[in-house]
C-alpha cells in the first residue's frame, strides 16, 4: 500500500516538475483546461436542451399522425417519391431569391429555415423543419397536385414541368419551389 502511494506521489511531483520545466505556471496551464472543459460541458448541456425541445415538439406535432390514413393517388407517384428542399423563393412582389439571400435578408442563417419534404412510396412522408420532423401522408392526382395531410393541417403543393413541387401561400403572396435534394 505504501508503495502504491510513493509512485502516485512520484508520478505527481515529476508531472509538476515538467509542466513547470516547459514553462508557465500549472495554475496557468490548468486555466485553459478548465475553460476547455466548461465549454464542452455548457455545449453538452445545450446540445441536450435542443434535442429535449425538438423530441417535445416533434412529439406535439405528430400526436394523432398514426391515425391518419393514406390518400388513394390517381397520379404519378414515382415523380415524387424523393426528398426535397427548398430552392427558391418568391415574395409577392415577384421578387425571386435563393434560400440563403432569402434568410439573409431576414436575418437568420439558411438552415433555421431550410425545410425539407420527403415523400415515401407508401404514401407517407416527413417535413423536416429545424430539425423536427413532422409525420404526414400524401397522395397525387392527375393533374399533379400534391395533397399533404399532417395531425395538424392541410397542406398543397403542385409538382410542376420544372421538376420542381411549389407551394403558394395566398396570406402572404409567397410561392416556394423545392427541388430534390440530390440536385440542390
Not at 117 to 133: E, K, Q, R, S
Not at 153 to 173: C, F, K
Request: glycine letters at 8%; hydrophobic letters at 40%.
Amino acid at each position: 500500500m505504501k508503495k502504491n502511494l510513493l509512485a502516485v506521489l512520484m508520478v505527481g511531483v515529476l508531472a509538476a516538475s515538467v509542466l513547470t520545466a516547459c514553462g508557465g505556471s500549472e495554475e496557468a496551464k490548468a486555466e485553459p483546461a478548465a475553460e476547455a472543459a466548461e465549454e464542452v460541458k455548457d455545449e453538452d448541456i445545450a446540445e441536450a436542451a435542443t434535442e429535449a425541445v425538438q423530441e417535445a415538439v416533434e412529439e406535439q406535432v405528430n400526436a394523432g399522425a398514426e391515425d391518419l390514413e393514406v390518400p388513394e393517388s390517381t397520379g404519378d407517384m414515382d415523380k415524387v417519391v424523393d426528398s426535397w428542399g427548398v430552392a427558391k423563393i418568391m415574395d409577392a412582389e415577384g421578387n425571386e431569391f435563393t434560400l440563403e439571400d432569402y434568410a439573409a435578408a431576414n436575418g437568420m442563417e439558411a438552415d433555421q429555415i431550410q425545410t425539407i419534404y420527403t415523400f415515401n412510396a407508401d404514401g407517407t412522408g416527413a417535413i423536416t423543419l429545424a430539425g423536427v420532423d413532422t409525420q404526414f401522408v400524401w397522395g397525387i392526382d392527375a393533374e399533379d397536385k400534391i395533397s399533404i395531410q399532417t395531425a395538424q393541417a392541410t397542406i398543397t403543393l403542385y409538382y410542376d414541368d420544372d421538376d420542381m413541387l411549389v407551394i403558394h401561400d395566398d396570406n402572404t403572396g409567397m410561392t416556394t419551389g423545392f427541388g430534390r435534394t440530390s440536385t440542390l
